[in-house]
């Protein structure tokens, strides 16, 4: 497709199971970004990926959380053993990278812990 | 740590009034600043963006102003439509390591 797609759009989990949440970025894009963002609040800095380097996970908000981005292209959010806090839509972004590129986002995936 | 920061949470305006959003920022290595518009149940879509090397930037009915000085950055819109109800976000790219920092939001109410 076009943009950037994000699978599920919604999920609803049992607390204590694990969930995968899966990002398709625009094809060609080296960066890939991973932000939470809860209800009416901002977009909280997980994850990103550039390239072949290390991801910077400094975002990253316990080791319940991991992302992988297979093949420089699909990236997939793991959570363990969910929490109700974990509750949030899940916003993965794409762009070109280097300094002054747009980042275009999917639609999110929206996680209801319960 | 350095970050973004807005200064008003909820704007109000009145249909064909003229908006302005503002954010204020601390890292003084960020050279690229993005605004974008959330709309309900979407993602953050590009509104315009601007380098630190300009202090304006024109658009469609908007316009980005920055003020390296005070490290301030702001969003107008002009004849401010229903449509652009939305949260506006602005956000920095450092020029160590790329990566895109959000600021807090501005929920922006237009009234008929």
């Known amino acids: 497709g076009a943009g950037v797609s994000q699978s599920p759009s919604n999920k609803v989990t049992e607390k204590g199971k694990d969930v995968e949440l899966r990002c398709d970025p625009i094809?060609?894009?080296?960066?890939l970004y991973w932000y939470r963002q809860s209800l009416g609040q901002g977009l909280e800095f997980l994850i990103y990926f550039q390239g072949n380097s290390a991801p910077d996970k400094s975002g990253l908000p316990s080791d319940r959380f991991s992302a992988e981005r297979t093949g420089g292209s699909v990236s997939t959010l793991t959570i363990q053993r969910t929490q109700q806090e974990d509750s949030a839509v899940y916003l993965c972004a794409s762009s070109l990278g280097g300094g002054d590129t747009e980042a275009f986002f999917g639609q999110g995936t929206r996680l209801t812990v319960v | 740590g350095e970050s973004v920061g807005l200064h008003l949470p909820t704007l109000s305006v009145q249909e064909g009034d003229n908006s302005i959003i503002n954010c204020a920022y601390s890292?003084?290595?960020?050279?690229?600043f993005i605004w974008y518009k959330q709309e309900s149940g979407k993602g953050p879509q590009f509104i315009i963006d601007i380098r630190s090397n300009m202090d304006k930037r024109q658009g469609q009915r908007v316009t980005v102003l920055l003020n390296k000085t005070v490290k301030h950055l702001s969003l107008q819109i002009a004849a401010t439509q229903p449509g652009d109800s939305a949260v506006y976000f602005c956000a920095e790219i450092s020029n160590a390591g790329n990566m895109l920092t959000f600021g807090g939001g501005t929920r922006l109410m237009v009234k008929p």
């Open positions: 890292n003084s290595a960020s050279d690229y």
């Open positions: 094809s060609g894009h080296t960066a």
